[in-house]
């Protein structure tokens, strides 16, 4: 009898089976489906190749709650418990970047990109040139320095190849990043890195199912299980819990005595502007991240050359401060700078300046407070010519790139590409450059005035000392001596430049510059007459200020323009589901539909939607230990308005003895179903099975869309459960208790599944041997 059940269980091939360190929460394979990645209970990012190599091991310090793939495989998208969205290097695991862009625990990912050749309005194919490799050489890096810490500003510390790739989109298919969060808000991002919108499902009204009504339906109380993205990114499947009520007057009496229905729900969003908009956004977000990126580059420069010169300034006057001191101490009712006056002018050395220079600094300490000072202005050069100016250049001219675009209103107004915003950001990052050229005056001439002071100040203590000097290194000019005294020995111009106050301190200048600067703002090319009343500091302040503005305004209207377009109720779930998210085996998937083929000019109906989730036991009396599969939700919510339904649904009945642990949507339609049996008497104990059902051949029912939404849509379909069984489908044998997570790979043919003894197995799911063979 033994033998005749193993005759019956489709052997499928046991690639590995592989201890691991801690147990797996999260796992997916790349798109290529040659490398898996892996979170483990202690929230440790893992990455393995097929044979199970590992290539790393991070740890982002915060608990994970999501993760997945961009569509190239170069970079993986994590999701963290405290509302962040890291990118990570697959090369090497680095953070290339992270955006706050919810406030709780992101639980979903996904991550689409647009299934076709990016076309022009005559169906020519047509890619995005970005010409600023033609005017520029390669973008400046974000500089380094000891004691700046990585990831404090949400870029990669060392700004490798990698990380310019990530930015450099153009050669990019279109795509975008969404993520969900269990408060009901979902982020969308283009290329994962630029937000272009952000949703509350709270907020959204869905139409009625009740005829020849205006009343809509309402979620309370949302929390996002799942979110995935069409492949033609026009619409937007949501998984979620929450309570749907009718939206009326008079379901807002009601409401006060009936509860509304509190469970599983299934909401369409209509994302089709990232379809019909996706050349404009792509030159957008393509311009606006590396406008963001650069912009870093110039925060980091001033925060470096900030700690750089105070650490100078501090030196010289660790020193210099004690000649107050000593002034005090001799009763002399003058300061250090009267009492260099004096020397300068060839009177008598009082004995506080003459104890200072020969006992307290010395020659010595002229030296090495030089060295630190004129050092840090050279770095000051250094940084704002390799670094700060060519940012602000490349910046200037890529803001000019969209400021053009935003004069082209037909087609960019729609997407909200604001002139008057636009051209205001144009303008400050004009001021920018204005105040880089200021600056580095400013620093030329300080560092200049402080050699020329340390020279004099090395020639007197040579005559103090009766020693010979060196004329022709020790030159300088008395009159920049008497300049530095009145106006820099206890003033800092440079740190004045740099510093980011929040007061709004102001520089004075000349009554004649200031009429100079009105009459150059009558020819035009800029509006603003005060820029050179403000520091470098607060200029790169107002100018960041100006393009938060600026890509707000895309962000905006983008997030108005996706609209629900259906919900479905699944099954009522406990009034305290939140918990539930991750113990509901669910999965969504699209597959091309032939039989709604249309020409590329149009996104509707080119692709069929499965949605296949686990039933609560306690959801529904006469339903138990069973799995929903439903196809055609996205065409139901078009169909429905010209009075006829495409949704089909079945529900499957897993086998007596087992239970679903989870399951995944597989290619051609086929649903790999994994089950642990439920006589166990511990979590290690018993066996378990990994089946195969081809969602092809069931049944499927075509669902009416009641007119009450009182009305659990599955429930109509407990009478024709159809029930699985062992020697009916493709199955195998697992010689161990499994848990979640369940990673099918579709084009390799690959399952990897985690048993409860910590142990990884991967199994080969193709017959054909060819494409066993390509996949080891």
């Known amino acids: ?86 990118l990570h290097d697959v090369e090497n695991g680095k953070l290339l970047r992270s955006l706050k862009s919810h406030t709780v625990a992101v639980v979903s990912l996904n991550w689409e990109e647009d299934g076709q050749m990016t076309r022009d309005e005559n169906g020519s194919r047509s890619i995005y040139e970005d010409r600023t490799s033609r005017f520029f050489p390669p973008p400046p890096r974000v500089p380094r320095m000891p004691g700046l810490v990585s990831g404090d500003t949400g870029f990669m510390d060392d700004s490798e190849d990698s990380f310019q790739e990530l930015s450099n989109s153009s050669h990019q298919r279109f795509n975008i990043l969404c993520s969900g969060d269990k408060d009901g808000f ?25 005829k020849d009504t205006e009343a809509e339906c309402r979620l309370l109380n949302a929390s996002v299980y799942k979110v995935a993205l069409s492949k033609d990114l026009c619409h937007l499947i949501v998984m979620c819990s929450g309570e749907l009520i009718e939206d009326t007057k008079e379901s807002e009496n009601r409401r006060m005595t009936e509860p509304g229905m509190h469970g599983l729900h299934c909401i369409v969003l209509d994302t089709s502007i990232f379809w019909k908009r996706k050349n404009e956004l792509h030159q957008v977000a393509q311009q606006a991240s590396n406008i963001e990126e650069l ?34 101490d001799h009763g002399l009712d003058s300061c250090p700078q009267e009492e260099f006056l004096s020397l300068l002018g060839g009177a008598r050395t009082s004995p506080a300046v003459h104890q200072f220079l020969v006992n307290s600094l010395g020659e010595v300490g002229v030296k090495r407070v030089s060295k630190a000072v004129c050092g840090a202005g050279k770095e000051l050069q250094l940084i704002i010519l390799n670094h700060l100016q060519p940012a602000a250049e490349i910046i200037a001219f890529r803001m000019g790139e969209l400021r053009g675009l935003s004069r082209w209103r037909a087609r960019y107004q729609g997407i909200g590409l604001d002139e008057t915003l636009i051209n205001n950001a144009t303008e400050k990052a004009g ?36 020693e010979p000097s060196d004329h022709h290194l020790l030159l300088y000019n008395s009159e920049l001596v008497v300049i530095f005294l009145k106006f820099l020995y206890d003033q800092d111009p440079v740190r004045q430049l740099l510093e980011a106050s929040e007061a709004d301190e102001s520089i004075e200048i000349g009554l004649e510059t200031g009429r100079r600067v009105r009459e150059l703002v009558q020819f035009g090319g800029f509006s603003d007459c005060e820029h050179l009343q403000r520091t470098l500091a607060k200029e790169f302040q107002q100018m960041e200020s100006s393009f938060k503005e600026a890509f707000q305004m895309p962000f905006t209207t983008i997030s108005r323009k996706i609209v629900c377009e259906d919900s479905l ?39 069929l939607d499965y949605i296949c989730f686990h039933i609560p036991d306690d959801s529904f009396s006469g339903i138990a230990n069973c799995i929903g599969i439903m196809r055609g939700f996205m065409h139901d919510s078009s169909s429905v308005k010209r009075g006829y339904t ?44 990994m089946m195969i059902v081809q969602a092809n051949d069931l049944p499927f029912e075509t669902i009416t869309r009641s007119t009450s939404i009182k009305y659990w849509n599955l429930h109509q379909l407990k009478d024709c459960v159809v029930n699985l069984q062992m020697e009916n489908e493709k199955v195998r044998s697992i010689p161990h208790s499994v848990i979640a997570p369940l990673a099918v790979s579709s084009s390799r043919g690959v399952a990897c599944l985690f048993a409860a003894r910590k142990r990884a197995l991967v199994y080969i799911l193709e017959e054909d041997e060819d494409e066993v063979s390509d996949a080891e």
């Open 1 to 86: 009898m033994e033998t005749e059940e193993e005759q019956r269980v489709i052997p499928f091939q046991l690639q590995f089976d592989k201890p691991v360190a801690s147990q797996i929460r999260i796992a997916e394979w790349n798109p290529e489906k040659d490398l898996l990645a892996m979170v483990t209970e202690d929230s440790k990012i893992l990455l393995h190749r097929f044979n199970w190599q590992r290539l790393w091991t991070i740890s982002p310090g915060r608990s994970i709650t999501s993760l997945c793939w961009r569509p190239d495989g170069k970079a993986i998208a994590v999701g963290l418990e405290d509302g962040t969205v890291s």
């Open 186 to 210: 979902i982020c969308f991002s283009i290329f994962g890195i630029f937000p272009i919108g952000k949703i509350n499902i709270h907020n959204f009204c869905a139409p009625s199912p009740l």
């Open 295 to 328: 912009a870093e580059v110039i925060r980091a420069s001033l925060s470096v050359m900030h700690k750089q010169w105070s650490d100078a300034m501090r030196t010289f006057h660790d020193k210099f401060d004690s000649l107050s001191n000593l002034i005090m």
């Open 431 to 466: 001021m920018i450059l204005v105040q880089v050229e200021r600056f580095i005056r400013v620093v030329s001439s300080v560092v200049q005035q402080f050699l020329n002071f340390f020279n004099w100040l090395l020639k007197c203590m040579k005559l103090l000392n009766s």
């Open 569 to 607: 109720p699944l099954c009522p779930l406990p009034p305290m589901s939140a918990s539930l998210s991750t113990s509901i085996p669910m999965s969504v998937s699209y597959y091309e539909d032939a039989s709604h083929s249309v020409p590329h000019q149009t996104c509707q109906h080119m692709f």
């Open 646 to 689: 495409s949704l089909e649904a079945v529900l499957l009945g897993i086998p007596v003895g087992y239970y679903c642990v989870d399951l995944s949507l597989y290619k051609e339609s086929q649903i790999v179903l994994l089950l642990n049996e439920t006589t166990t008497t511990s979590e290690s104990s018993g066996d378990a099975f």
